[in-house]
């Protein structure tokens, strides 16, 4: 059974800086991509960003410029350094993985997630 662990989320004010770490354990894909999902109460949850062991990675629009995924594969640990944060940045973070290469598996793919850390900006 696959285990993902979120941490590092708070509360910070516009501006500030949040960098968030997923420890995943307990698998043994040769191939696989991890991602950052994001959710608040009103709405869907959507792709923050993802990266697959092989060095591809995407991050959402939203995001593009301000927050950085990557992937240590030796430690299996996923991060999200997240800069210049807005208000609309609030939301629960989760990371998740798929055995799977590349970075294009849709979010009805990944089976495994973790708990969620939450992030709040102020205004």
């Known amino acids: 059974q696959v285990r993902l662990e979120e941490s590092g989320g708070g509360s910070v004010q516009t501006g500030g800086s949040l960098r968030l770490s997923c420890a995943a354990s307990?698998?043994?894909?040769?191939?696989?991509?991890m991602a950052w999902f994001r959710q608040v109460p009103t709405k869907e949850r959507e792709l923050v960003a993802g990266?697959?062991?092989?060095?591809?990675?995407q991050v959402a629009d939203s995001v593009k410029g301000r927050f950085t995924i990557s992937l240590d594969n030796a430690k299996k640990n996923l991060y999200l350094q997240m800069n210049n944060l807005l208000p609309a940045d609030t939301a629960m973070y989760s990371c998740?993985?798929?055995?799977?290469?590349?970075?294009?598996?849709?979010?009805?793919?990944?089976?495994?997630w973790g708990q969620g850390t939450q992030v709040t900006v102020s205004e």
């Open positions: 307990y698998f043994s894909y040769s191939r696989y991509c």
């Open positions: 990266v697959d062991n092989e060095g591809r990675s």
């Open positions: 998740a993985i798929v055995e799977a290469a590349g970075v294009g598996a849709g979010m009805w793919e990944f089976g495994d």
